[in-house]
């Protein structure tokens, strides 16, 4: 892939879960212009994104109603997507995927069946039948919401020996011991707030500290973490917005800038996204404020590898918004009108476009 350039992909709702026709592929330029490149086919609704080394990976829906994870080989310039092959997982659909840190292996978690799942990965990316599965058990306070276990992302820790996974039905982040040829074993929980609902975790670039986006009370939680023993500590938690619009408001993606300065959340409702400072030592936030996305129901969100450069994938307005990020401070600036996009659901980021300083 050509570092200096910057490619996006946009993982969609295809017929008939909504209008999306596959995965959107752009390049982002130096002035946070998105180029449409073409769209990439083939499989059903590839809901949720991941890069690996020269890899894409997407968690589908098939038709046929059975889940499961595609691979691409991310070919020529960085631009191009070549299906690799397909892994199917039964009738779980999944939410979320990410490849371990070796790249041997593809993790993922299913919403509605409950499950952590392990994909093996060969030596070019491609991934083979599910190796090993791994079903939660619990429920939380919220009816209708948290009646049982939902799984919604898994996360590999620094150094690659654990794996998180923060299940929104039953408030707790559950530590993995990851044997990534084969197994996840179940080392440790850390206990979130009854009815916070923890959806998904990112590590500071440190490695000493995790933050969690609660999808059920508006908030962000952080954590200290013992890469040793594998266990989170909490920390704090914060307001993703004002206390009176909670209760509209459902948090989804979180992600730490590359300075590792600032952290931010999607706000679904609020239809914005929420930036806190790090403080470098602790780990505690301080929220700053929130930026609107122009549009609705920002369900994920990237940061290009510069830190220059912020999108925002709004599901229910379909569209892709860009805005770039003051390096000083964090702060959010739209960068153009939002590109139109058919219901997505996902959006990624590969490279950085030439001339993409600090600003």
Do not use: K
């Not at 707790?172 to 080392?187: A, F, G, K, M, T």
Request: hydrophobic share 35%; proline share 9%; glycine share 12%.
């Amino acid at each position: 892939m050509n570092a200096d350039r910057a490619h996006v992909f946009v993982g969609t709702y295809t017929p008939p879960l909504g209008d999306g026709a596959g995965i959107y592929r752009f390049e982002l330029d130096a002035n946070g212009v998105l180029r449409p490149l073409g769209i990439t086919a083939g499989v059903h609704s590839p809901t949720y994104l991941a890069v690996g080394p020269a890899s894409l990976y997407a968690a589908i829906r098939h038709d046929a109603g059975r889940a499961g994870l595609a691979g691409y080989a991310i070919t020529g310039d960085g631009a191009g997507l070549r299906l690799t092959g397909t892994a199917t997982i039964g009738q779980q659909a999944l939410c979320y995927v990410r490849p371990s840190l070796s790249g041997r292996c593809a993790l993922a978690a299913s919403f509605t069946g409950g499950t952590v799942a392990l994909f093996p990965l060969d030596a070019a990316g491609r991934p083979g039948p599910v190796a090993c599965q791994v079903v939660h058990q619990g429920h939380g306070p919220v009816s209708g919401r948290q009646d049982r276990p939902h799984p919604h992302s898994v996360v590999p820790a620094p150094g690659g020996r654990f794996a998180l996974v923060p299940d929104l039905g039953t408030d707790r982040v559950v530590s993995y011991l990851l044997d990534e040829d084969r197994r996840l074993v179940r080392h440790a929980e850390t206990t979130a707030a009854p009815g916070s609902g923890p959806r998904h975790l990112i590590f500071h670039p440190g490695g000493r500290h995790a933050f969690v986006s609660n999808e059920l009370d508006s908030t962000v939680s952080s954590y200290s973490w013992d890469g040793e023993r594998g266990v989170l500590e909490p920390l704090q938690t914060a307001r993703t917005v004002p206390e009176a619009e909670a209760g509209r408001n459902r948090p989804a993606d979180i992600h730490v800038h590359p300075s590792g300065r600032f952290v931010y959340v999607s706000n679904r409702g609020h239809d914005s996204i929420a930036q806190f400072a790090v403080h470098p030592r602790t780990g505690h936030l301080e929220y700053v404020g929130c930026a609107p996305t122009q549009g609705a129901w920002p369900r994920c969100f990237a940061i290009d590898p510069s830190g220059r450069w912020l999108l925002a994938a709004n599901q229910r307005s379909g569209s892709v918004a860009c805005f770039s990020v003051n390096q000083a401070t964090g702060a959010l600036l739209a960068a153009g009108p939002p590109v139109p996009v058919p219901d997505p659901a996902c959006v990624v980021i590969t490279g950085s476009p030439a001339g993409s300083g600090a600003s």
